[in-house]
T-cell receptor
Framework: NAGVTQTPKFQVLKTGQSMTLQCAQDMNHNSMYWYRQDPGMGLRLIYYSASEGTTDKGEVPNGYNVSRLNKREFSLRLESAAPSQTSVYFC????WGSGQPQHFGDGTRLSIL | AQKITQTQPGMFVQEKEAVTLDCTYDTSDQSYGLFWYKQPSSGEMIFLIYQGSYDEQNATEGRYSLNFQKARKSANLVISASQLGDSAMYFCAMREVLGSGGYNKLIFGAGTRLAVHP
């Protein structure tokens, strides 16, 4: 009954380092998303993948790349981390359809020094 | 552009009382949907309730109900009989359709922090 699993849960990076956040879902959902949550701003969409093999930019894509590895997995990469990317990152998945909710992972708390 | 506004940064309520969390939205779409999510201090996002723009009745899920007033563009969450475990951050979100295939993204408000007092 895992749902959406994100790894790691916490990470501290130095400016300029790179890393990949992993996300996997076991609900056979078509769509997957990456959001970031900053204090007082709610969640903002970074990238999304409507279906396996497709990815598109959201509101705040600069400094990030994504890979939809297969239907289950959607990773987010920071090529050269910057302090402005300190945030909590959430992965979500959903089925297609107007009323389908997005199901979220537990988040990754990322600090960049 | 679509926008969600939650004007109450913080609210408090006495245990067993009802509380209303406000949400107003702006969209030019005729077909849209509104979601409410709960984020406890542990950090996860929990889906609570959904209202579609064409739904004639207000959505209800247990102690949660959505007071949907289309003309006023508001979708307030009502929690009845508050419990201590309801203390959390609550986010209103609007569905934005991304393509013809039915996939969509969510636009979130800034959230309201609810504290339930014994």
């Amino acid at each position: 009954n895992a749902g959406v699993t994100q790894t790691p849960k916490f990470q501290v990076l130095k400016t300029g380092q790179s890393m990949t956040l992993q996300c996997a879902q076991d609900m056979n959902h078509n769509s997957m998303y990456w959001y970031r949550q900053d204090p007082g701003m709610g969640l903002r969409l970074i990238y999304y993948s409507a279906s396996e093999g497709t990815t598109d930019k959201g509101e705040v894509p600069n400094g990030y790349n994504v890979s939809r590895l297969n239907k289950r997995e959607f990773s987010l990469r920071l090529e050269s981390a910057a302090p402005s990317q300190t945030s909590v990152y959430f992965c979500a998945s959903s089925e297609w359809g107007s009323g389908q909710p997005q199901h979220f992972g537990d988040g990754t708390r990322l600090s960049i020094l | 552009a679509q926008k969600i506004t939650q004007t109450q940064p913080g609210m408090f309520v006495q245990e067993k009382e009802a509380v209303t969390l406000d949400c107003t939205y702006d969209t030019s779409d005729q077909s849209y949907g509104l979601f409410w999510y709960k984020q406890p201090s542990s950090g996860e996002m929990i889906f609570l309730i959904y209202q579609g723009s064409y739904d004639e009745q207000n959505a209800t899920e247990g102690r949660y109900s959505l007071n949907f007033q289309k003309a006023r563009k508001s979708a307030n969450l009502v929690i009845s009989a508050s419990q201590l475990g309801d203390s959390a951050m609550y986010f209103c979100a609007m569905r934005e359709v991304l393509g013809s295939g039915g996939y969509n993204k969510l636009i979130f408000g800034a959230g309201t922090r609810l504290a339930v007092h014994p």
